[in-house]
């Protein structure tokens, strides 16, 4: 069974930068492409970014530059960084995977709990 356990969320100050954690289980990691999305109370959830299981990274328009998404194979984890933090940022954070291995694009299927990332002014 897939498990994803993210972390690394909090409070910071608008300016700041945090870092994200994504670990996985279940199944082989690196064959599958990762995906950050986040989702405000009452809002859809959107994609923050997603990297492939060859190294390929897509990006939001609203995070591009001021994000990066990684993966390191060898711990099972994604990582989400985040620079330059805006309070528009403030949302649940949730990592996610998709079933299928060796795509290019994310179609979710499996989810973790979600971080808290809050961003004052």
């Known amino acids: 069974q897939v498990q994803l356990v993210e972390s690394g969320g909090g409070l910071v100050q608008t300016g700041d930068s945090l870092r994200l954690s994504c670990a996985a289980s279940?199944?082989?990691?690196?064959?599958?492409?990762m995906g950050w999305y986040r989702q405000a109370p009452g809002k859809q959830r959107e994609l923050v970014a997603v990297i492939t299981s060859g190294g390929s990274t897509r990006y939001a328009d609203s995070v591009k530059g001021r994000f990066t998404i990684s993966r390191d194979n060898a711990k099972n984890t994604v990582y989400l960084q985040m620079y330059s933090l805006k309070p528009e940022d403030t949302d649940i954070y949730y990592c996610?995977?998709?079933?299928?291995?060796?795509?290019?694009?994310?179609?979710?299927?499996?989810w973790g709990q979600g971080t808290q990332v809050t961003v004052s002014s």
């Open positions: 996610a995977t998709d079933r299928r291995p060796y795509t290019s694009s994310l179609s979710p299927n499996y």
């Open positions: 279940g199944r082989t990691f690196s064959s599958y492409a």
